[in-house]
């Protein structure tokens, strides 16, 4: 249940990739500011796991799961019906910023795990969250086809509802929270950054990896749409079920973190995105050269970034701090993400597929080059940052 709530709760955020090129032509508008969408969505994305996220060590997660999922499906709704193009932009921020209720449910399947059994656990709902991610773009190409764009968010928006109706039910009690302001939830979260190099260093990883990802999916419609393609929005969405099997690599991941294997497999992942790169350049007009490089690239940033969530999850700061260490992760993850989008989407406009696959050939090298120098990877010595008690 918790993998089907976090892939349809990130679904939400990928519904528009491959309906840009139909939006562009909407609002008469071109693929740069089309493109924004994207980028507005994970900006929302961020900002909701900096400061939404950490509320899972505070509050009942019970109440604040249907509660954020009811606030997504109005946002929805408002895109659904957006009169123009920069509304539309504004309104994806706020549908980004409600769907970080999947990085709530994740912690704490995390938390309920043993320790021998977290590595799988998590390989599970992260393989749930990204085939969300990759099966948003088919649903909403074969329903934009069938009832236009606007029908994609109105759908979204009964899904979402019918979510936040199910987890209140199935959500299982908690322990009662520490009373805490919410400042001193927000400080130690930053103090969790400051202190823990080894989660300093799982943040470039997941910010280089999603920049990798989101360089791609925001462009390949553009691409697919033009010559010698001419796809329709149906046909584009159908490349969601190519990347959805290289989120077989989640469960593989994991298992290769269980058994201790982190650092080879950081190595190995980080490749996978390089040569991916290199593979969809030669492969322009070719589609099977493109499905060899989505493959490629899907499997790697997948894989990489589960090892980074059990890696982060195994820190001696995570027994009461998940939701934190999640929030302070996946902020740098989207953030990389939204860069990615937004300078994948000028060197489409400036130089074509060629500058998209190098700009995503350069960030999987900086990957690449880190996972070769840096240092075995160890725990912060100090104990872990604990909230500050409110004054009495």
């Known amino acids: 249940m918790f993998a089907v709530a976090a892939g349809a709760a990130a679904a939400n955020l990928y519904y528009a990739q491959p309906l840009l090129p139909t939006i562009a032509h909407a609002f008469h508008t071109g693929t740069g500011t089309s493109g924004l969408i994207v980028t507005s969505s994970q900006l929302g ?80 709902m992260m393989t749930g969250l990204l085939l969300g991610i990759l099966l948003a773009r088919t649903i909403s190409g074969v329903l934009a086809d069938l009832a ?97 099997a290289g989120a077989a690599a989640a469960n593989g991941a994991g298992r290769l973190a269980d058994r201790g294997h982190s650092r080879v497999a950081t190595f190995c992942f980080s490749v996978a995105m390089l040569v991916s790169f290199g593979v969809l350049a030669v492969g322009r007009s070719s589609l099977p050269g493109l499905i060899v490089g989505i493959l490629l690239l ?46 994948a989407a000028g060197a489409y406009s400036a130089w074509g597929w060629s500058g998209v696959c190098g700009l995503g050939a350069v960030l999987a090298a900086a990957a690449v080059v880190l996972a070769v120098t840096a240092r075995r990877e160890r725990p912060a010595p100090p104990a872990r940052p604990r909230l500050e008690q409110p004054a009495r």
């Open 45 to 124: 994305y961020a900002a909701g796991l900096a400061f939404l996220v950490p509320l899972g060590d505070l509050l009942p997660r019970r109440r604040l799961v249907p509660t954020v999922l009811v606030g997504t499906a109005t946002a929805l709704v408002a895109t659904a019906v957006a009169p123009a193009i920069g509304v539309l932009i504004a309104f994806a921020a706020f549908v980004g910023l409600g769907s970080v209720i999947a990085h709530v449910v994740i912690p704490f399947g995390a938390e309920l795990a043993t320790d021998e059994e977290r590595g799988r656990v998590v390989g599970t």
């Open 148 to 244: 236009g764009w606007r029908a994609v968010y109105v759908v979204a928006a009964g899904i979402t509802v019918l979510l936040g109706v199910v987890l209140r039910r199935v959500l299982p009690e908690e322990h009662p929270r520490p009373h805490l302001p919410y400042r001193a939830l927000l400080r130690s979260a930053l103090r969790l950054f400051a202190t823990e190099p080894v989660l300093r260093l799982r943040c470039i990883y997941g910010a280089l990896s999603f920049a990798c990802f989101s360089v791609l999916w925001t462009t390949l419609a553009f691409l697919l749409k033009a010559a010698p393609f001419h796809y329709s929005n149906s046909v584009i969405g159908l490349f969601g079920l190519v990347g959805a």
């Open 298 to 343: 899907d499997a790697g940033s997948n894989g990489l970034h589960v090892i980074n969530q059990h890696t982060n999850y195994t820190l001696p700061a995570a027994a009461d701090a998940r939701s934190r260490i999640n929030a302070v992760y996946m902020t740098s993850f989207f953030l990389g993400g939204a860069s990615g989008s937004a300078a």
